[in-house]
């Protein structure tokens, strides 16, 4: 039976019968209603006045919810870069997004990175006055590092070689001396390849930044309208956990927003077969005997420079697959990307030294970039700087819940209930989710696809146990053991990554994505308004209900100061909220000119990130202060063994003084 709670109320205030003194509530009080205290029923009063059942809310206010907070939502899920003529794809990208969200903004926000490090890098190529024509070397090597950027979103086979790898993609990505021959049946040169592609890439490009906003400002009307709503009607606890319901989802718009950055293509399949083309061509030109000797001439390089080249022959490389896959926006696990590597080995070797205006070293720059230092792992390179976004993931998403998580709870009756302790159960798995990638991560990244990996290990020792019982078997027991070997062989065939994700990632990804869904609507249709879910039962200091309704409530709730606790949870998920908006928008205007496929308005564009990077920088100043006396600090402790300065580039207005040009 449906329960009438305002007339349950009115019974157990009416104190018409002994109904009062036998279920009023004399226990321990949190919170606001604490001093002077209203009378209270006990939760087994509440059951045996009010009813077991749920008093779900009438459509009226249902549908205002609906229209304050669902459609928004929804309106910004389906801004997502989902790909198209790809249903399950879809399905199993969204309950990443959604069920995983620390994980796939940790990703997401890598990307970033590394795009902004590709823009930083064209930034710096030229003085701070100068904007080269296209056709440039400057416009070439613009060119290229988009290339890079792309490459990124894409996930290399595990199995190949890193550190061939890298030196390949180098050549590929670098050069303006190789010459492709006559393998590759394009008359074109490599240059002119790269040139044509990134205009394709560019003009290819997924917009969207319009719809996008669009949905982001509905967004935030929605979360204006329920802060006034809350304020506004204090004492009616429905717009408070309506209100929470908005800031739980408050990381949403900074993914969304941070997808619109890390932008993919329209056909990411077609981008990829490309990216493989051009990668097998190169792979091809260097294959062949004169056109290696021509081009270890030009660049003054000698054999035991190329002498990795012999492995280019082997059938991991000739099958022309290097790029297996589409990794962007977090939708891929342990998605780590081609780029960092290459740009931290050019920066430590060249750039960092060099800082602005480095390209005006053209030779220098380019052997740098083609034959210069590399990193020891290759591509399977981990830089522990990744720990900032990782930890700055944690503080968006977390922040988020931990606002909705303070105003529920706060919120009368005081305690651990259905909605604050759905909120920490929806953090709870999303927090273990990223700790599982990390634990994942961390026992496989130098042992997936080898003899080593773990799943290899325990199929063989069971296989190996299951051998040695054998003989003594029936030959119904035979048959259970050949069952058994077939299993034990198709599981060898697997990694533990792929054991992992599609036996415990994905299916936490499908359940915590259900049960955020459940919490919305839940709050939605009032499926949270039972007597054990309004008393807060979950935990210590629960099991009793506020019966006080109208101006009573309103006063009660003012004079005790619920200002102070909606405020603060109000304040935090807000605060998250804009530090993330505005670091996304900071990344989207400085990047911008580095994908823009019209190359006067992207030299316009580069004109506008160089004056807000001037204008800006006393800002910076004080973090790249501290990061250099901490590295001088660090080289002093060590004995000289680190690097005295910093490896990566940092933006500057004015070149280095040189003593040799």
């Known amino acids: 039976m449906r329960p009438d709670f305002q007339a349950c109320g009115n019974e157990f205030l ?4 002994d109904i009062y003194s036998k279920y009023l509530y004399n226990g321990s009080v949190r919170g606001i209603l604490q001093s002077p205290r209203p009378p209270l029923i006990t939760v087994e009063g509440c059951r045996a006045l009010c009813g077991t059942g749920t008093a779900y809310y009438p459509w009226k206010d249902c549908s205002n919810t609906i229209t304050t907070w669902v459609l928004p939502i929804i ?7 989902f790909e198209s003529n790809q249903a399950w794809r879809t399905i199993l990208a969204l309950c990443r997004w959604i069920g995983s969200p620390i994980s796939t903004l940790s990703y997401i926000l890598w990307n970033i990175k590394i795009t902004g490090k590709c823009a930083l890098m064209i930034d710096m190529a030229t003085k701070f006055d100068e904007f080269p024509e296209q056709g440039s070397e400057f416009s070439q090597m613009r060119d290229s590092l988009f290339i890079l950027s792309v490459m990124n979103q894409y996930s290399p086979k595990p199995s190949l070689p890193p550190i061939e790898a890298e030196c390949l993609l180098r050549l ?6 190789l010459s492709l021959g006559e393998h590759t049946g394009c008359p074109k040169s490599l240059v002119q390849r790269r040139t044509e592609m990134a205009q394709n890439f560019r003009e290819g490009r997924k917009k969207g930044v319009v719809p996008v906003f669009i949905s982001f400002l509905w967004f935030v009307f929605a979360l204006v309208l329920s802060i006034q709503l809350a ?33 993919n293509l329209v056909s990411a399949d077609a981008i990829r077969a490309t990216l493989n083309g051009l990668i097998d061509d190169v792979r091809l030109a260097l294959l062949d005997p004169q056109n290696l000797s021509a081009f270890m001439a030009d660049t003054r390089s000698t054999e035991e420079d190329f002498a990795w080249t012999s492995c280019l022959r082997k059938e991991i490389f000739s099958d022309g697959s290097f790029f297996k896959g589409f990794g962007g926006q977090g939708r891929t696990h342990w998605h780590y990307g081609v780029a960092h590597p290459i740009l931290a080995g050019i920066e430590n070797n060249f750039m960092a030294q060099y800082g602005r205006d480095w390209l005006h070293y053209g030779f220098a720059a380019r052997l740098a970039m083609v034959v210069g230092s590399r990193n020891v792992n290759g591509l399977k390179m981990f830089d522990p700087r990744m720990v900032w976004q990782i930890t700055s993931s944690i503080a968006i998403v977390c922040g988020s819940i931990f606002g909705a998580f303070v105003l529920s709870y706060n919120t009368p009756t005081v305690g651990l209930g259905c909605r604050s302790g759905g909120f920490v159960i929806y953090g709870s798995i999303a927090l273990g989710l990223l700790a599982t990638e990390l634990t994942v991560w961390w026992l496989t990244h130098t042992t997936t696809h080898t003899p080593e990996d773990i799943i290899v290990q325990v199929s063989t020792k069971l296989e190996d146990q299951l051998a040695r019982v054998e ?7 035979k048959q259970k053991s050949g069952r058994v070997h077939a299993t034990l062989s198709w599981f060898r065939s697997k990694t533990f990554r792929w054991v992992m994700k599609n036996f415990f990632i994905r299916p936490c990804e499908a359940v915590n994505t259900v049960w955020l869904a459940y919490i919305v609507f839940a709050q939605t249709f009032g499926a949270y308004q039972t007597c054990d879910c309004m008393a807060s039962t979950w935990g210590t200091g629960g099991g009793y209900l506020d019966f006080q309704t109208g101006f009573h409530r309103t006063d009660y709730y003012t004079a005790n100061g619920v200002y102070c606790y909606w405020g603060s949870a109000t304040a935090i998920s807000v605060a998250v909220m804009t ?12 990047q911008s000119h580095l994908s823009t496929d019209h190359y006067d308005r992207a030299m316009a564009g580069l004109r506008h ?3 807000f990077m001037k204008y800006t920088y006393y800002i910076r100043a004080v973090r790249t ?3 250099e006396k901490g590295k001088l600090l660090w080289w002093k402790v060590n004995g000289g063994q680190s690097r005295r300065g910093r490896r990566s580039l940092v933006w500057t207005l004015h070149p280095k003084q040189r003593l040799f040009m």
């Open 625 to 627: 202060f501290i990061l």
């Open 471 to 477: 003989g003594g078997m029936g030959n119904q027991s």
């Open 172 to 177: 590929a990505l670098f050069s303006n001396l």
């Open 609 to 611: 990130t160089r004056y």
């Open 231 to 263: 304020f506004g009607d204090i004492g009616e606890n429905e717009t408070a956990h309506n209100l929470a319901v908005g800031l739980l989802v408050g990381w949403l718009p900074i993914l969304i927003l941070a997808s619109t950055v890390d932008r």
């Open 579 to 590: 530090a993330g908006l505005g670091y996304i928008a900071i990344e989207y205007c400085t």
């Open 75 to 81: 309106g910004l899920l389906v801004q997502a870069p």
């Open 14 to 17: 009416s104190h018409s019968s």
